[in-house]
């Protein structure tokens, strides 16, 4: 026999009897767990129940760290995590993590293991590369984002009071502030030079330019995120290509979904572009790739393009129309820096950056605002003359 309790907010207790004492005492195989609904906790029952029943349940005092971590990749993580994430996490908790404290039970695994595994990397000869000199401060921020992430899962599972990784910050990591400078004249060229590209180059230069977007949520872009009338873009997924399986649709970076508002040429210039791709999708019928959806930026089967392929052909752009060396996720700063220096406010600048905060966007461009700000203390210089203070 088994049942569920409710214990609090979206948690319940998993109860399994597997017999009596010789006093009637029923004996119990008990589990937490956090889920929606009673519906869901009834399912995660019936799973439970057939573990133990069937000799597999292992308590959760016995469970090691390296025995959960199957369990963790397969029911946790793969639903979790895109999979350029997915490969760092596993690639720390297998060369990093699990080697040192797989063989711990999970109960066991305190704040001070943590605490150790942080300062060990910071030595000299901790290295796997060959290289010599210490982890660098971001490999350690991932490796203890691979530590948090399989405890996290252990404590929504109820396998663990709390997570004891939360309890110990990582390195603070040093962002670089961006040093992409340009000038009016480098806009004026990069705006010349694409008015000679085919329409769908100038449109992806200028959704580019215009919404501060990168490489890899341009290249998602459908049909049915174009806002008509709203006049603006929506993004809410971005491209990746996985080795051994191409190109693959994921989240945006940091579920940072968004909506950015363009100009109405633009939207125009857009509009154009997709009848183009709506006429080819009939000329090609069951040879189009993607018969439920338009790709604004898709080849000849109307297969996304990579967002690899952006950067490379933006470089024979460049180097095409003789411009100063312009990466394309510059367009993303000079785009960011341009907002700045029309004193556009930082919270809309952010919002549209799609940054987690405002703080992100004010330790990557802040010294641009600083710039700015002087330009706005100049225009009391005037009060300082002899006709307003006393020298």
């Known amino acids: 026999m088994a049942y569920i309790e409710k214990r609090g907010k979206n948690k319940y207790r ?4 597997i017999g009596y004492t010789d006093d009637g005492k029923k004996i119990m195989e008990r589990k937490t767990v956090n889920v929606r609904n009673a519906t869901e906790a009834k399912k995660a029952l019936s799973v439970f129940e057939a573990e133990v029943l069937g000799g597999n349940y292992i308590r959760p005092e016995n469970i090691t760290l390296k025995s959960f971590y199957p369990e963790w990749l397969e029911k946790y993580a793969k639903e979790k995590y895109a999979p350029d994430s997915l490969r760092d996490a596993v690639m720390h908790l297998n060369k990093r993590i699990l080697p040192k404290y797989g063989n711990m039970k999970l109960t066991d695994i305190k704040p001070i293991h943590v605490v150790n595994l942080m300062e060990e990397m910071k030595k000299p000869g901790v290295r796997m590369d060959g290289k010599d000199g210490s982890l660098s401060i971001s490999s350690i921020r991932n490796v203890h984002k691979a530590f948090t992430s399989i405890m996290r899962c252990a404590e929504e599972w109820g396998l663990i009071k709390e997570n004891p990784v939360s309890a110990v910050k990582p390195p603070p990591s040093k962002r670089a502030r961006t040093n992409v400078n340009y000038s009016p004249e480098t806009i004026r060229q990069l705006i010349e030079g694409i008015k000679t590209e085919p329409l769908e180059k100038q449109v992806l230069f200028w959704i580019a330019f215009v919404t501060s977007a990168r490489e890899g949520e341009i290249a998602a872009l459908e049909e049915r995120h174009l806002l008509k009338e709203e006049g603006a873009i929506r993004f809410e997924q971005s491209l990746t290509e ?7 649709v994921k989240g945006i970076k940091n ?15 857009i509009e154009r572009l997709l009848r183009e791709k709506r006429k080819h999708k009939m000329m090609m019928r069951n040879r189009w790739e993607y018969p439920e959806t338009i790709f604004l930026f898709s080849d000849l089967t109307g297969r996304p393009i990579r967002p690899d392929s952006i950067s490379q052909w933006w470089s024979r752009f460049i180097k095409r129309k003789g411009i100063e060396k312009v990466r394309f996720h510059d367009l993303r700063h000079i785009s960011i820096t341009y907002l700045i220096e029309k004193n556009v406010p930082m919270k809309s600048i952010s919002d549209r950056a ?27 210089n005037h009060f300082f003359e002899d006709k307003y203070v006393d020298k």
Do not use: C
């Open 242 to 248: 996985v080795k051994g399986k191409g190109v693959q």
């Open 354 to 380: 799609r940054h987690s905060n405002i703080g992100t966007t004010m330790n990557i461009y802040g010294h641009k605002i600083v710039e700015v700000d002087r330009a706005a203390a100049d225009q009391f």
């Open 14 to 17: 998993m109860n399994v009897i």
């Open 255 to 269: 579920h940072l979904e968004g909506v950015a508002a363009i100009p109405l040429e633009l939207m125009n210039m």
